[in-house]
């Protein structure tokens, strides 16, 4: 019976130590399952090592997910949406014009058709009825300066004495306020200049108080970008 006792006392020591040898699995911290069996361990330097390998599992599980799929770049400037070729607006077939009003045979369209020798008039006396052309460009531009000629047609009296120019982004709506104001300087081509205006129509109207001449263009330009 003795020697049986001292058999058994002799094994124990062992299966601690098999015990700690699973625990020394932990040292397998990738796998991770090693590190759960080290802590289970009965001797305390193989628990420390089977937490070691939990902890090292759980930071390569979060390098791994950290990592973040790159994002899309972001997308070029592509051409106008129909896939054609960007319209030019400062392209003088591109535009219209109509007006207050319009002597006879003199309509709006005759001030930018290319023609110098017809011309647009309001076929009245510049009397307080601030009579207006408006060009519309079809479409957004930036203009620094407009030239007013009549030169050719046969009317290099009827320019605007005194002048107010407004802009619209939709040839519509026409702000109050006035971009350009000034006085003609009596000759019968005058350009009128201004800081860049970004606009589709411009409508330029003459505010005389008293002058017997009626209100004409041969031909409008625009410095058009």
């Known amino acids: 019976m003795l020697l049986k006792s001292r058999t058994l006392q002799a094994r124990r020591p062992g299966m601690n130590g098999l015990a700690g040898g699973s625990g020394g699995g932990g040292s397998n911290a990738i796998g991770g399952a090693g590190g759960s069996a080290g802590s289970t361990g009965v001797g305390g330097s193989m628990a420390t090592g089977g937490a070691a390998g939990s902890i090292d599992a759980a930071g390569t599980g979060g390098g791994t997910t950290a990592s973040g799929g790159a994002g899309g770049g972001s997308g070029a400037a592509g051409a106008p949406p129909d896939g054609g070729v960007p319209v030019n607006y400062c392209d003088r077939s591109k535009w219209t014009s109509t007006a207050s009003v319009s002597a006879p045979g003199m309509p709006p369209s005759a001030a930018i058709d290319g023609v110098p020798s017809s011309r647009w008039s309001s076929g009245r006396p510049q009397s307080n009825n601030n009579d207006w052309l408006k060009v519309d460009f079809?479409?957004?531009?930036?203009?620094?300066?407009?030239?007013?000629?009549?030169?050719?047609?046969?009317?290099?009296?009827?320019?605007?004495?005194?002048?107010?120019?407004?802009?619209?982004?939709?040839?519509?709506?026409?702000?109050?306020?006035?971009?350009?104001?000034?006085?003609?300087?009596?000759?019968?081509?005058?350009?009128?200049?201004?800081?860049?205006?970004?606009?589709?129509?411009?409508?330029?109207?003459?505010?005389?108080?008293?002058?017997?001449?009626?209100?004409?263009?041969?031909?409008?330009?625009?410095?058009?970008?």
């Open 138 to 225: 079809g479409g957004v531009v930036k203009i620094t300066s407009l030239t007013i000629n009549n030169s050719s047609d046969g009317a290099g009296g009827d320019f605007a004495v005194t002048y107010s120019i407004f802009g619209s982004m939709d040839g519509v709506t026409f702000g109050s306020n006035a971009f350009s104001i000034g006085r003609a300087p009596g000759t019968p081509t005058y350009t009128i200049s201004f800081a860049q205006q970004i606009l589709r129509a411009v409508k330029i109207m003459e505010t005389s108080v008293n002058y017997g001449n009626s209100f004409s263009i041969g031909e409008v330009t625009a410095a058009c970008l």
